[in-house]
């Protein structure tokens, strides 16, 4: 079997621009059920995508996109990702996700009650989404104590 015959065709497109456009050994997603890896053959499904860093494996190299909602179509040949949202890490300016994620986590912790939690919680992901595609920590004292809280718990 020919090396082109086993890789399978990635798109992702945004309303506003195509990102990405190749063939590639394989794809790891994060999709609203979880992680998916995809590999040229895979059965055909749709799904809901969720907010994290894709992985894209072509030729012992790894490329990362950080996508935020949509849908993906996959099927034998490909996989088509219409996102809401997606990044390229060039395109991320770390220092404005940084103050981001330190604003939400203020927000979250005055605990107002005219505080809309759904997007408290979409905001403080975005965040954490483009500082982990830059390779920064995304733990901060508040989140690490509220993770070893729930742990000793």
Do not use: W
Not at 116 to 143: F, H, N, Q, Y
Request: net charge neutral; proline share 3%; hydrophobic share 35%.
């Amino acid at each position: 079997m020919a090396e082109k015959d086993k890789k399978l065709r990635l798109k992702i497109v945004t309303p506003t621009k195509p990102v990405f456009d190749d063939d590639v050994d394989m794809v790891v997603m994060h999709t609203s059920d979880g992680q998916i890896g995809v590999l040229k053959g895979h059965q055909p499904v749709t799904t809901v995508m969720g907010y994290g860093v894709l992985r894209v494996y072509n030729d012992e190299k790894v490329q990362h996109i950080a996508v935020f909602g949509g849908f993906a179509e996959i099927n034998q040949q490909g996989t088509t990702i219409l996102a809401d949202i997606a990044e390229c890490p060039e395109e991320i300016d770390a220092e404005r996700a940084r103050k981001a994620k330190e604003r939400a986590e203020r927000r979250r912790s005055e605990q107002k009650s005219d505080l809309d939690e759904k997007r408290l919680k979409l905001a403080l992901r975005k965040a954490t989404v483009r500082l982990e595609l830059c390779g920064l920590p995304t733990i901060t004292e508040e989140s690490e104590s509220l993770k070893v809280t729930k742990i000793n718990t």
